[in-house]
């Protein structure tokens, strides 16, 4: 059964004493370690460790400490060069050559060839290795034959043309591959343990040397990697709390220097009493409802479009969030292009004329006010999400009618229940760009990816997106935003804010740079 308001509330404020009690007892040893030492909130602990099974942003951003791609990322979030020193594109666009590092060792010593990389994306594409993420290297050649079984890894478009010379041939234009280089479904292998991801040798500027669940992720710099001799410091402890307000109390406590978000309703006190370490910044994100379309409640559309015009996105970015979202109509953030498509019609109506229409849609899906409608929204642990979905339950009640059960589950186990839509209606969801261009979003709702836990599977759309890829420059883009706006009047999710990032830094930590991508590899951190 789900929790009333009332018990969710009383719960959540016990879990937030248990976790300060927690810190207060169980951390002494992370603020005994040494000052080389940073330690940084990871938000929840990451759901695998393994290149081509990690998909939750804390196991990425783990990951991109410890490993390295081609491309890597620099301190304002741009690609640089990685494990490789220098490529060059053809004219066409469409073969890339890389320069490998000479020099580059993995962290047992042995040397980084292209044959690491041909190993890996072979795995990562293969049908068996249900690697979440494989869709994003579906621009190399055969790369989407081989994803559906059509044909066999060792056809994919990527070559060693000698021990350190790495080719790779695309099958359509890709101009965002380089940042596809620096995501960890894109990194090399070595030979040894590759199903071990505690116990494989890395290539990044830190190791694992300690895994404690639910409590602390040690990594150690690595004295192999081809740039240690300018990384500063020593260690990073990454401490899973899902807690923001636990983060925030450990923060205040010193025993984070770093945190992974900050509390919902505190920004205006942060902004007054911790001025100097709230760091906040627009970022390539958006935050959905998904609706389960595969359910019979959520087929209707006119029904879908109800509930999406029933939410009051303006209160939920103002008073919920209150640190400077903006609120959505679309899925594809500002920074991306001019999209919006039918979300732009809805955004110009003013709030009564947006009721009277969810009504109407409501009534034409067959429902009335009297209807006992009851959906679910699963959301994972989070006192934001919560505040969130509670907000929408409220709204949805008044406009609509509608009965709304909230249900929290911890993070991996509301990965898989999303992942199955055996029981998800209503859930959490939303995307942080793994690349600059809009099909990083856009890619979620195609039929037969991976990521789509909609099940919106709609042949038209697949279309206009595989036409898309067939254009360049501002045609493309036109396509794109036709796109979207076909798939906003689908509705399988329903937009409701787009992203900044959050985060409080201590005044000790020197080269965090705030940038769009909100990637900070610890790599370029020093600590006073």
Known sequence: MGMTLIEATVRGLVSALIAMVFCANSHADVRAESAMVIRRGLGPEPDSLHIHRAQGLA?????????????????????????????????????WTFQL??????????????????????????????????????????????????????????????PHTLEIELEIPAPWLLEILAHPVSYPLHSQSIDKPR????????????????????????????????????????????????????FRAGELDITETIPSGRYQWLRENLPSQLRVQAYLGSFWLGLNVSKPMLQSIDFRKALSLAIDRDTLARVVLGSGEMPAWGVIPPGLGSFGGIGKEY?????????????????????????????????????????????????????????????????????????????????????????GDPTTFLDLF?????????????????QMLSDATQLKGAERMNKLAASEAFLMSEMPVIPLYYYVS???????????????????????LEVE
Not at 73 to 86: I, K, L, R
Request: aromatic share 8%.
């Open 199 to 250: 116990k494989s040798p890395v290539n990044g500027a830190f190791t694992l040397t300690d895994w404690s669940p639910h409590a602390q992720l040690l990594l150690t710099r690595n004295e192999n990697f081809h740039d240690a001799g300018n990384v500063a410091i020593e260690s990073i402890a990454y401490l899973p709390v899902e807690e923001p307000t636990a983060e925030l109390a450990r």
């Open 446 to 462: 195609l039929s037969d990816t991976e990521l789509n836990t909609t099940f919106y599977s709609n042949a038209r759309y697949d």
């Open 502 to 524: 959050r985060h409080l830094v201590s005044t000790k930590i020197h080269g965090y740079v705030d940038n769009v991508r909100d990637i900070h590899l610890s790599r370029y």
């Open 347 to 435: 955004a110009a109506l003013d709030r009564e004329a947006r009721i009277r229409e969810a009504q109407r849609l409501y009534r034409l899906s067959g429902h009335n006010a009297s209807d006992s409608v009851r959906l679910q929204i699963r959301y994972n642990t989070s006192s934001l999400h919560r505040r969130v979905v509670v907000a929408v339950a409220a709204m949805w009640k008044q406009v609509l009618g509608v009965s709304t059960e909230l249900i929290n589950e911890e993070w991996k186990v509301f990965v898989n229940n999303r992942k199955m839509g055996v029981l998800t209606e209503v859930f959490r969801g939303g995307w942080i760009a793994d690349f």
């Open 59 to 95: 196991a990425i951003n783990v990951l991109r400490d410890l490993r390295e791609g081609l491309v890597s990322f620099g301190a304002d979030g741009q690609p640089v060069p990685g494990g490789a020193v220098s490529w060059e594109v053809s004219s066409n666009g469409m073969v």
């Open 101 to 162: 590092r000479p020099e580059a060792r993995w962290s047992n010593g042995d040397g980084i060839v292209a044959a690491d990389y041909l190993r890996a994306w072979k795995r990562g594409l293969a049908p068996g290795t249900a690697g979440p993420t494989a869709s994003l290297l579906s621009p190399v050649m055969n790369a989407r034959a081989v994803l559906a079984g059509r044909t066999s890894p060792e056809s994919i478009g990527i070559r060693a043309l000698g």
